[in-house]
């Protein structure tokens, strides 16, 4: 048998991997695991099994690039995909890969972005939702979606190759804790890093909890701290920014990624005191240019501009560049919101 797996980096797919294994080999015996992100990466893995390796491979990737997702999917293999909460993920990336809470948020969103290509009626989906569910009922759903047998038999089988005894009321919980493997919950203070407070990762959890579930999401807000202005270098974007000086970019990022579809963005400015005027032009950048505008600036209030474009891979990072046409004397101009709109949302 060989079963396509596709998870998030926390220790539910870890544990999830290890219940699958149980389950696979009592059905068929001994099965191989092999870990893969690109093509290339499943056909070396592939390749190094041999002939008397393939017939029993469970494939996992926990950041599957679109062309292994699209021949997964060609090959009809049974699929299951285990998908954590957007805050577990990102806090469990900081502290067991040394990431930053910004990369971690911007990694989460790539893989959650990539894991929502897989509808939702082609696979098992098991969630942190299930970690209070009993073992042994996770087990005899993911027999029945494998056929991989059926009965009490079998599930008190792979119950015992798990660890536990006839008739255990463990919870994947419980299962998890026994393994000495625990959720981190919420961040410490001191890894969400400087600059960065927890509204932040709260707004962008709201923002991205339906994606990864296979049905998208109809919106998405950018917070506007989370984007960069190149000077000084890097820094990030915080209150207004002034317009005095040449025609340049002023504000860029912030890198995350947007489920495959079509998409509006909305930009919303704030500008104070333009009295020389001014343009600015606004483009959405994934690998390449995927829409741009140029609008006039106003001496003073808040206005807005709709630029529709086209995700057609969600494992590239997308930004949105704000850059003025001409030099300026006066004025100030604050990003207040930036928000993404699905259209057939």
Same mark, same amino acid.
């Given at each position: 048998?060989?079963?396509?797996?596709?998870?998030?980096?926390?220790?539910?797919?870890?544990?999830?991997?290890?219940?699958?294994?149980?389950?696979?080999?009592?059905?068929?015996?001994?099965?191989?695991?092999?870990?893969?992100?690109?093509?290339?990466?499943?056909?070396?893995?592939?390749?190094?099994?041999?002939? !008397?390796?393939?017939?029993?491979?469970?494939?996992?990737?926990?950041?599957? /690039?679109?062309?292994?997702?699209?021949?997964?999917?060609?090959?009809?293999?049974?699929?299951?995909?285990?998908?954590?909460?957007?805050?577990?993920?990102?806090?469990?990336?900081?502290?067991?890969?040394?990431?930053?809470?910004?990369?971690?948020?911007?990694?989460?969103?790539?893989?959650?972005?990539?894991?929502?290509?897989?509808?939702?009626?082609?696979?098992?989906?098991?969630?942190?939702?299930?970690?209070?569910?009993?073992?042994?009922?996770?087990?005899?759903?993911?027999?029945?979606?494998? @056929?991989?047998?059926?009965?009490?038999?079998?599930?008190?089988?792979?119950?015992?190759?798990?660890?536990?005894?006839?008739?255990?009321?463990?919870?994947?919980?419980?299962?998890?804790?026994?393994?000495?493997? @625990?959720?981190?919950?919420?961040?410490?203070?001191?890894?969400?890093?400087?600059?960065?407070?927890?509204?932040?990762?709260?707004?962008?959890?709201?923002?991205?909890?339906?994606?990864?579930?296979?049905?998208?999401? !109809?919106?998405?807000?950018?917070?506007?701290?989370?984007?960069?202005?190149?000077?000084?270098?890097q820094d990030f974007l915080e209150g207004p920014m002034?317009?005095?000086?040449?025609?340049?970019?002023?504000?860029?990022?912030?890198?995350?990624?947007?489920?495959?579809? /079509?998409?509006?963005?909305?930009?919303?400015?704030?500008?104070?005191?333009?009295?020389?005027?001014?343009?600015?032009?606004?483009?959405?950048? /994934?690998? /390449?240019?995927?829409? !741009?505008?140029?609008?006039?600036?106003?001496?003073?209030?808040?206005?807005?501009?709709?630029?529709?474009?086209?995700?057609?891979?969600?494992?590239?990072?997308?930004?949105?560049?704000?850059?003025?046409?001409?030099?300026?004397?006066?004025?100030?101009?604050?990003?207040?919101?930036?928000?993404?709109?699905? !259209?057939?949302?």
């Amino acid at each position: 048998m060989i079963v396509a797996v596709f998870g998030v980096p926390t220790a539910l797919s870890l544990v999830g991997c290890s219940i699958l294994k149980a389950i696979l080999e009592r059905a068929a015996g001994p099965h191989q695991q092999i870990a893969a992100i690109f093509l290339d990466d499943l056909r070396d893995a592939w390749t190094a099994l041999g002939e !008397a390796g393939r017939d029993h491979v469970l494939i996992f990737s926990e950041l599957p /690039s679109t062309p292994l997702l699209e021949l997964m999917r060609s090959s009809q293999l049974p699929t299951i995909v285990f998908l954590d909460d957007f805050k577990e993920v990102a806090n469990q990336l900081v502290q067991t890969r040394s990431m930053t809470m910004r990369a971690a948020i911007r990694h989460t969103t790539r893989v959650l972005c990539a894991i929502d290509q897989v509808q939702k009626g082609d696979a098992l989906r098991v969630t942190s939702a299930d970690f209070g569910r009993p073992l042994e009922s996770l087990v005899v759903s993911l027999c029945d979606f494998l @056929q991989a047998g059926a009965g009490d038999d079998v599930s008190r089988d792979v119950m015992m190759r798990l660890g536990h005894a006839e008739a255990s009321a463990a919870t994947l919980s419980d299962h998890m804790k026994g393994k000495a493997i @625990q959720t981190l919950s919420d961040p410490s203070n001191d890894t969400l890093g400087v600059g960065f407070d927890r509204a932040t990762l709260e707004f962008v959890a709201n923002q991205y909890a339906n994606v990864g579930a296979g049905a998208g999401a !109809a919106q998405i807000a950018w917070p506007t701290e989370l984007f960069y202005r190149p000077d000084p270098p890097q820094d990030f974007l915080e209150g207004p920014m002034e317009l005095v000086g040449p025609a340049r970019l002023i504000a860029f990022g912030p890198y995350l990624h947007l489920p495959k579809g /079509s998409w509006t963005v909305s930009v919303t400015i704030d500008v104070e005191e333009n009295f020389s005027g001014n343009e600015l032009q606004i483009d959405v950048f /994934s690998g /390449s240019i995927l829409v !741009a505008g140029e609008t006039a600036l106003p001496v003073t209030g808040v206005f807005g501009i709709d630029l529709p474009f086209e995700i057609v891979d969600p494992f590239d990072p997308v930004e949105v560049r704000l850059q003025t046409l001409s030099g300026a004397i006066e004025g100030r101009l604050t990003l207040r919101e930036v928000v993404f709109q699905r !259209a057939n949302g």
